[in-house]
């Protein structure tokens, strides 16, 4: 299993807030109502319990939930979850009681951002040796793209799981075999869990066998889900989407675990101040989460909160916005408060390159959402320019502070028996000449557990971080690639329709 | 133990930078094994020539403590260690080694100067200039200036280090050789100085025969100016 970040939850909100939310939440399913599209959501909420009112011309019915319908239906979610992955290694344990904080990457940029190191030779200054300065430049992203992005996120010791952050836009990639390939070409290169959404359902049953051959059979797949499904069921403000409800109920049926997500933005789909958000965004999750028990009874979910903030001056997403961590750790405790696993985002810049603004803004939210205790913590590698460009030198540098982040959210090591070491280690040292304590550091300087400095340091009079990084990425992007074993990347390949011969055969 | 197996041993304490049996080194289980005092006073016991257990032991493990610095695999904690090893050999064998022989590797008598107490840097410096093969006379901190040079004096030293943190007690290495010259005592003696403000130009302005940025670049320092 992956040690992710044991967390003791900081609780933004205190017991009688998190009570208030509830009630508002529970206010606005009962009172106000979610607006439902399609037959089978309806036909399972109703059956459920909720009532459903009027007619649909178009904009769907309003389905009304009660207080009683949606307890139940949280008690009957598991509150563990467990997520598998080609190297078992790397399993991941979601527990709302006992949270650890994983990180990882997302999701879904158009853009790959490509750094350059261009040498500027100071005008006038003809002699002077130049600086050498990163330069960007912005492509659309390809599904090779997406098979480098998985290796490097492979390598990335802080990145805990993977969603693609760059999606393919092959001229050969269609809606039928994008699924296939944006699965394939993740899982091919990385020994992390997988996660991604559906973009089509009829592709769902072969995701699921391309899950089973990867993980050596049916049984194997349900004990070790190599991948698990993002769907976003609820589009805000309060309904819930058709073909993203069935694709959620396609993965409950088969025991699949599944994010149920839900991205308002404060300020133009949801309430801009923290209480209206929270209410809301809860309401929507939860609406979600009793539809996946009607479906099928202690189907695994995750509460998937990803509420953001609108920019004044476009109502485009604000990742940087200090409102953003506050209502995604908000939701952190919502989560738990049910009992339910939670996902959330934390780490996009809204700057367009990396730099001062990128890494401040993605380092407070990295820090202050995993203090909340989020089980996943997706968003957090390489994402710029409001999650519009993937960045991999942003994703090393990305990995550096999390590092970072996670030494300090280690527990503290404190108890009885290291104390008598403690007292003897420093009577030792006040006897000798002196007095120094870097001989009884030795050790514990080799635990592997030490933080041993910022490791892109410039060691001049000017910023080289962004030299080193590009050095680090190429290295890393060389390194020979963990791909599937060869009989089954053919298994794979020759039982799941779609995949791309480019990707098999190089 | 044979002759070839106890310098073995005392090289591989040195590397380990274990100075006696209380010292748990780096590798797992060591405490309780001899250390490097216990194995120096075995080696003596059975007449193993003082010499030999410096150059044969004591010196090849510390070349190798080098290496290990330079390729990254060591870091100053270990250094330390290993040099207090060796200063702790050394203490042990002086008695034993022919006078000249300290003389050659040289005498030097630190301080860190009046009003400033800060010792961290001088005291690492202390211990590897030992650890080098030099006889260390440690004065302390807030040392004034004539104490120094009375001590340099009558130890006979031929170099006097200053350490100074605080652009206050810089003033005072100044003045320390300003009065070695006074008394006539300049030529004898090569002043070194460090400490985080200090420079180059800043010891080259006060009149100090060198400025060491570190405890490396004293040892190489003393050791150019010896082979000169
Ligand atoms: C630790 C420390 C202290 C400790 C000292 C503990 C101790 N046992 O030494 C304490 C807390 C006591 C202290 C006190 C004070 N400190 Co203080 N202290 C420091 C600090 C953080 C680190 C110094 C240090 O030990 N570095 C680590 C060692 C390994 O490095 P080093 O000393 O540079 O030594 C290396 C080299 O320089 C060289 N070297 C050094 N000496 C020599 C000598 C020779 C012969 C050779 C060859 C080489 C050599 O080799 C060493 C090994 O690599 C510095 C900040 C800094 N970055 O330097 C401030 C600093 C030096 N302190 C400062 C101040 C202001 C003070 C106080 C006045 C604070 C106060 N208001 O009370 C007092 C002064 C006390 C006094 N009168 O001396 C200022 C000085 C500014 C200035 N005016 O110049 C500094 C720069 C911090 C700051 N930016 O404010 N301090």
Redesign the interface.
Known sequence: MRKGVPVKPYPRLNQQQIELIHRASMEILNDTGIVVHGKEPLELLSSAGAEVNGSDQGGGYKVKIPETLVLDSVKKAPSEIKLGARNPENTLLLSAENPRVYYGSGSETNFFLETALKEFVPRGEDNSPGYIFPTYSSRRGCVEDLCRVAHLANQLENLDFFIRPINIQDEDITEENKDVNKFFAALDNIEKHVMAGITDLNQFNNIVKMGQIIAGGKQEFKNNPVLSFISCVTKSPLQIVEDAALRMIAANRHGIPVVISSSPQGGSTAPIEEMGMVSMINAEILAGVVLSQAAEKGAPVIYGSVPVRARMDNLHDMYGAPEFSQYNLACVQMSHYYGLPNYSAGGVSDARVPGIQATVEKSLSHLFVAQGGTNLLHYAFGLLLETQTFCPEQAILDNAHIGIIKKILEEPEIDKELKEKVISGID?VMDSP?R?F??S???Y??SGNMYMGYPFEGGEEKDNTMLRVKEETERLMEQPRSCLPENIRNEVYNQVPGILPRLVKE | MTQEHILNEIRKNVIQ?RRNA???G?DDELAGEPGVEELVDQALEQNIDPQEILNQAISKGMEEVGVKYENGEY????M??AA?AVGAATDRLAPYLEQDNQQKKGKIVIATVEKDYHD?GK??V??MLKGAGLEVIDLGVDVPADKIIEEAANREANLIGLSALLDTTMGYMESTIKKLEDKGLRDNVKVLIGGAPTTPEFAEKIGADAHCRDAFEAIRTIEEEETR
């Open positions: 030792k002196y120094i870097s001989r550091a030795r050790k300087m080799r | 930078g209380e010292d748990e780096l870091y100053i904690p270990d330390l260690a207090e961290i005291n690492i202390c211990i």
